[in-house]
Nanobody, 124 residues
Framework: VQLQASGGGLVQAGGSLRLSCAVS????????MGWFRQAPGKEREFVVA????????AYADSVNGRFSISTDAAKNTVYLDMSSLEPEDTAVYYC??????????????????WGQGTLVTVSS
């Protein structure tokens, strides 16, 4: 499966942004879709995950209530809607897919496919 992330950019604190992750190839292997982010000088961290079939979601505490993940099955696209953005949200955002794991959805190691990353910069 191939993933193409897009939608990053520069936004002021308090603003909103929508990221997209287009899924192509063996889309059936994208059982769980996740978004991770890596801020400058920090390790990559889990942001949110969704089961493509069933719609279960899980959010990191730091984004819960501000970010929302959704899918469009017809377009094979996963969206990350981000609102009330803070400078601390500045990072490269990556979408990822795994074949059949939900219980370890916040662990990078269970994801077999990754998008190229899209940069989100939140100015204060």
């Amino acid at each position: 499966v191939q993933l193409q992330a897009s939608g990053g950019g520069l936004v002021q604190a308090g603003g909103s942004l929508r990221l997209s992750c287009a899924v192509s190839g063996r889309t059936s292997s994208a059982y769980t879709m996740g978004w991770f982010r890596q801020a400058p000088g920090k390790e990559r961290e889990f942001v949110v995950a969704i089961k493509r079939y069933g719609g279960h979601t899980a959010y990191a505490d730091s984004v819960n209530g501000r970010f929302s993940i959704s899918t469009d099955a017809a377009k094979n696209t996963v969206y990350l809607d981000m609102s009330s953005l803070e400078p601390e949200d500045t990072a490269v955002y990556y979408c990822a897919a795994n074949s059949a794991v939900w219980s370890a959805r916040d662990q990078e190691s269970v994801y077999h496919s990754w998008g190229q990353g899209t940069l989100v910069t939140v100015s204060s």
